[in-house]
């Protein structure tokens, strides 16, 4: 609704759409990233760090299913706890190198997705949300009464990335940031193929993109997958990262923060989401010299961020828009 | 071409079609006709595969369509134009026509399409990076012609294609329609504008509580004094 009073204020591109409309600002993000340890590389940090790379995986599974397709999800934490699950007890009980766990990870998240999407993607917005919500308790409860994960004090002494030892942070960090930058790539992709076309005309409108010859319940369905597979990877290098996992990692308050994130960064655009979930994730540490006061700002600062900046910090459209209606003229 | 017969479709405890039967044939333009809530949409959406029948028979080209998806309908070249246009504002009018052409794999083919429907539409090629939700209401709708035409429809079916637009652009908007049957395209047209319907349309039925009650060559039914009073009103 802001939007268009917004654009008519703005007179032609400004120099920060200039600059978002930039292809090689990704790059750039990839570079800050590769660099960062250089400049601060104590393990707390590096900790950090890995965390925030992992969130934005996170982020941008969630992103496929929220942004592109319009679906809400309240419960994405169930793939991420299905995908750290899945790869810690195939490399503690079976002693499977982590690595080699992906395939079934991946088997494992699309099943999820088929067995939570199967019956909830009939359900429209809100009843999806409400479902959603509650398969995301429902898995964290199976990890907390089943004796296979280990219930409430989960597993550990899951291997590192490459081998039993746990690898030197920094490797890891170089590790991580690199498989998400890839996972960050492909999703981009995806969300410009013809699949990521679909997504946009359910998410604008289910029915007219029905009566059109969009088959919609897959291609929600595609979605759901994608966003799962995403999220149980980035459960993988969780388990990687802390070697132990319990059903504490994977409540409600995380299924909503990475919500945020793609609120936050802006819904549908790749940019902003990886940019919110580096806000969201990194804000809470910044803060952390206001002791019990810092979830209290960060609070503050995300209701003002939202009056203040409505379409998130990197709205979908910005781009494209001023692309587009810049080159109208010419064609 | 097409021939519905006895069809009947519930909507919850409510019947929507009792037994309506209707034919269009090859090329030609049919105008449905009928109050609110007599069941016009509904016929569409029957045809489309959008609501299941209750019972009936839909054939195309001699062959029954009944129950099958959507987008299966489609590919067979029946395509719907629902009712109040629903283009999607927040994307372009290029973006929008795209979705038009999603069941097109082949590039060129889509690509042939979308310049044939520039060449009928051309205020939508002037608007083409545009978004969908900043054009005027005619524009909106010509966008949603344009977007069912890129699908490559034998029969276009278009609902209620004049709501809400100032009679000038009614008439813009029927000249389009016009044109497309012009060259082939058999269309369905359901229509509260019984006048300007009936006027380029060869024939028409009027519906009433979900069944045909009149059918008849268009020239017949705006003379029919039946239609007149209830429709076209006394002049």
């Known amino acids: 609704m802001t939007a268009v009073p917004d654009r008519a204020k703005r007179p032609g591109p400004t120099i920060v759409t200039r600059l978002m409309e930039n292809r090689h600002l990704g790059w750039a993000a990839l570079a800050v990233g590769l660099v960062a340890p250089f400049v601060i590389a104590t393990p707390y940090a590096m900790n950090i760090m890995t965390s925030a790379v992992i969130f934005v995986m996170l982020a941008v599974g969630l992103n496929i299913v929220v942004g592109y397709c319009g679906l809400l999800d309240l419960g994405f934490a169930a793939f991420f706890a299905v995908g750290a699950y899945t790869s810690g007890l195939l490399a503690t009980r079976l002693s499977w190198p982590l690595l080699a766990t992906v395939p079934a990870v991946i088997i494992a998240t699309a099943l999820a997705g088929v067995i939570i999407g199967g019956p909830t993607l009939r359900l429209r917005s809100d009843y999806l949300a409400i479902v959603t919500l509650g398969f995301g308790e429902i898995v964290r409860i199976i990890a907390n009464n089943l ?4 219930g409430p004090s989960g597993i550990y002494g899951i291997p590192g990335l490459f081998g039993a030892e746990a690898a030197d942070p920094v490797v890891f960090y170089y590790a991580a940031l690199v498989i998400v930058a890839v996972a960050v790539l492909l999703a981009a992709r995806l969300g410009r193929s013809r699949l990521g076309r679909a997504w946009r005309f359910v998410r604008e409108d289910e029915d007219a993109a029905e009566a059109m010859g969009v088959h ?7 979605a759901y997958i994608a966003g799962a597979i995403w999220g149980g990877l980035a459960g993988v290098l969780f388990a990687a990262q802390l070697s132990a996992i319990s059903p504490a990692s994977f409540t409600f308050l995380q299924s909503a923060l990475v919500l945020m994130a793609v609120v936050l960064g802006g819904m549908g655009s790749t ?3 990886v940019i919110g979930a580096v806000v969201i994730s990194l804000l809470p540490e910044i803060l952390r010299d206001l002791a019990d ?7 503050v600062l995300l209701i003002v ?5 409505p379409q998130g910090l990197w709205p979908h459209r910005s781009r494209e828009t001023a692309r587009t209606a810049a080159r109208s003229g010419e064609s | 071409m097409l021939e519905l017969t006895d069809l009947k479709v519930n909507y919850g405890g409510v019947t929507a079609l009792r037994g309506l039967s209707l034919t269009v044939r090859e090329g030609e333009t049919v105008a449905l006709l009928g109050n609110n809530g007599a069941g016009k949409t509904t016929t569409l959406s029957a ?11 839909i054939k195309y080209q001699g062959e029954s369509v009944a129950g099958e998806p959507p987008p299966a309908i489609v590919a067979r070249g029946l395509v719907h134009v629902p009712e109040g246009r629903r283009i999607f504002s927040t994307l372009t009018v290029h973006e929008n026509l795209l979705l038009g052409g999603y069941l097109v794999r082949d590039g ?17 090629a002037e608007r083409r990076g545009q978004e969908g939700g900043t054009l005027s209401g005619g524009e909106q709708q010509m966008l949603a012609i344009g977007r069912a035409l890129v699908a490559g429809p034998k029969l276009l079916m278009l609902d209620e294609p004049s709501m809400g637009l100032a009679p000038l652009v009614v008439a813009a908007v029927m000249e389009v329609i016009h044109d497309i049957s012009a060259e082939g395209t058999a269309v369905l047209l359901v229509e509260q504008n019984a006048r300007a319907a009936l006027e380029i349309a060869q024939r028409g039925y009027v519906i009433e509580n979900g069944r045909c009650t009149l059918e008849g060559p268009a020239a017949e039914l705006s003379a029919d004094p039946r239609v ?5 009103g006394k002049v």
């Open chain 1, 147 to 150: 004796e296979v994960t280990g």
């Open chain 1, 216 to 222: 919609t319940y897959r291609i929600k369905m595609a």
């Open chain 1, 271 to 273: 940019p902003g989401v």
């Open chain 1, 293 to 299: 006061y810092r979830f209290f700002v960060f609070g």
């Open chain 1, 305 to 309: 961020m939202m009056i203040v900046r």
């Open chain 2, 47 to 57: 045809i489309s595969g959008l609501v299941r029948l209750a019972g009936g028979d």
């Open chain 2, 108 to 124: 060129k083919e889509l690509a042939r399409r979308l310049e044939r429907v520039y060449e009928l539409l051309p205020r939508l």
């Open chain 2, 228 to 232: 007149v009073e209830a429709y076209l």
